[in-house]
């Protein structure tokens, strides 16, 4: 293939994800042949679909690690799962005061949304009871409150969004055909049927995945089809950053062209989406870590993980501004 021809084929896509016309799976499979100096051809693409689709405005959220360790499920990629011998500290669910002092330093450091994640497979009935406290007082701060609490129930999920939930977060994490390599105590239909459950009550839905994981790119393409589907309104894009301890710790890590690439491949499949950049982010992208919203991204998570350390606030601000973007 010419370089003239990659490139007209290239912009007819384009043009289509610009319409909204659901591309094909020959057409993702030849955005994920792109390569080389073509990839500049792909990245400047997606950035013009993300600016149609969200002008300059990147969407910021930022999250509490409110229950920490003692997961008694098997994710590989998970410093959390039972599978682990990472050096985490374990707790229990942190108290309310604890969740509006990280929740406060968030919204100072521009973050819009805030989200309570919990490890394990759900929370207790004692423990969402707690957390709709929580969820009330998070929007009293002048934040929109998510949580990422696990695989939850209809009657669950109402009983928070009456406390003031916006957005629930459930990752796919990849394709069904891979999940299996990766978790064995859930499921890929429980996670969609809290996906649906969510959606039933009229929650906002985040989902996405993480990359890195030894899937293919048929993977890739595989679960942004089936998000394409479940229809979130953010879809975070995490990289996976090898903890010792875990049973991915050997894995090669992404380069950086492939992770960016990864941005594009879901802001054509997913154009009018907030594609959001999360964890492994720094560890991945290095020097690179500018160049996520010139390929397609809208969203970013700024403060800390889960597990691990994020960057400043201040930094990803001066970031953002100093490419002309603007949040809020």
Known sequence: MTYAMSTDRLKKIELRALSRKRLSAVDAAFLASISGQDLFELFSAANRIRNHFQGNNV???????????????????????????????????????????KAAEAKKGGAKRFCIVTSGKRVSGKELLKIA????????????????????????????????????????????????????????????????????????V???????????????????????DIDPDSVPINFLAPVKGTALSRQQPLEPLEALKIISLYRFILPDKQIRVCGGRLQTLAELNSFIFLAGASGLLIGNYLTTLGRGYEEDLLLINGLGLKTG
């Open 59 to 101: 969407d910021l959220c930022s999250i509490v690690n409110a229950k920490s360790g003692k997961c008694p499920e098997d994710c590989s990629y998970c410093a959390q799962s039972t599978k682990s011998r990472a050096q985490i500290t374990d707790y229990p669910l942190l108290d309310k005061k604890q969740v509006f002092a």
């Open 133 to 204: 406290d929580m969820l009330s007082g998070i929007k009293k701060l002048g934040l929109l409150p998510c949580a990422t609490l696990g695989l939850l129930t209809r009657d669950d999920l109402k009983l928070l969004k009456n406390a003031g939930l916006k957005r629930y977060h459930n990752n796919l994490e990849t394709s069904e055909r891979f999940f299996p390599n990766i978790c064995t105590t859930h499921s890929y239909y429980e996670k969609k049927e809290t996906i649906r459950s969510a959606r039933e009550v009229g929650l906002s």
């Open 206 to 228: 985040c989902s996405g995945g993480i990359f890195g994981l030894g899937e293919t790119w048929q993977d890739r393409i595989d679960m942004a089809f089936a998000l394409r």
